[in-house]
């Protein structure tokens, strides 16, 4: 069988082009627009709501919950813990994304503190983020990797055997490791020179994983679309600038055909 048709990239993404189904973000001040945009491109509906005060409405009203560590403070800790608390009790899947988990104690220890309280459908990080925290790995450059996304494979098994969450590990090669593992080989060099494109990442498996309920295959087609996206770009783009706008296009007009031809995925 074809990846593209293992994978139904397809017929996920044209079921939320029809449902729009509302992904609430705890996100970072670096990436809000471009996630946001990204969302409504795919044909999500984007909230971005950190206080505390309404996380049990603005919960109450969505599809998934994407959870992103980029900027934390102790406010936006409280509005997450909250908003997974609301989310757990709804049964709405719930990614999250460790944004230089590894950098510092801070942002680790978050991170752990999480995984004991709540079971994230998905934890979608670089190589690094996810090693570290496991406690292994080089350790991260701010919050760029230092290892090779297929490095952190075993520390990934360990997170879902330990936790009970798929993890999503992106780089070159992007591994989803759960009860089965797969392989995206799409994307492009250019992509890593675009801040906020990993936690762009993190908000479409929200998308996918408000439509599709395995979280296995929900992270394995939000990473298919972003690297057959990526591929897009980059043949229309002069620089990074260029292939901001150019993303933004692909997600909105990518077909059947451009998925079908283009998709390099191996399903195990």
């Given amino acids: 069988m074809p990846a593209s048709e293992a994978l139904n990239a397809w017929e996920a993404l044209t079921a939320v082009r029809a449902q729009s189904p509302v992904v609430h973000n705890i996100t970072n001040y670096v990436v809000m627009n471009t996630t946001a945009n990204a969302l409504l491109a795919l044909g999500a509906s984007p909230v971005m709501a950190h206080a505390e005060e309404e996380m049990e409405d603005m919960v109450g009203i969505s599809a998934a919950l994407v959870l992103n560590i980029g900027t934390l403070s102790r406010e936006w800790v409280k509005a997450m813990f ?25 942002r680790t220890g978050t991170v752990r503190d999480f995984l004991a309280a709540f079971r994230p459908a998905i934890i979608r990080g670089n190589a690094s983020e996810i090693m570290a925290i496991r406690g292994a790995g080089a350790g991260t450059k701010g919050v760029d990797s230092l ?23 992106s780089g070159a090669t992007d591994y989803i490791i759960g009860d089965r593992s797969l392989r995206i080989h799409n994307g492009h060099p250019l992509m890593t020179r675009v801040t906020g494109l990993g936690c762009t990442a993190s908000a479409l498996c929200g998308a996918f994983a408000a439509i599709t309920p395995d979280p296995v295959l929900a992270a394995a087609q939000a990473m298919a679309v972003m690297g057959v996206c990526g591929e897009i770009a980059a043949a229309k783009a002069d620089g990074p600038g260029t292939l901001q706008l150019h993303f933004l296009d692909a997600l909105h007009r990518l077909s059947e055909a451009d998925i079908k031809g283009r998709l390099r995925a191996e399903v195990a």
Wanted: hydrophobic residues 45%; charged residues 20%; glycine residues 8%.
């Fill in 82 to 106: 909250l908003a997974a608390e609301h989310a757990t009790r709804r049964g709405i899947p719930i990614v999250l994304d460790p944004v230089g988990a590894g950098a510092t104690r801070y």
């Fill in 147 to 169: 290892d090779a996304s297929q490095d952190a494979v075993s520390a990934a098994r360990a997170i879902y055997e330990a936790h009970g969450s798929v993890v999503c590990i």
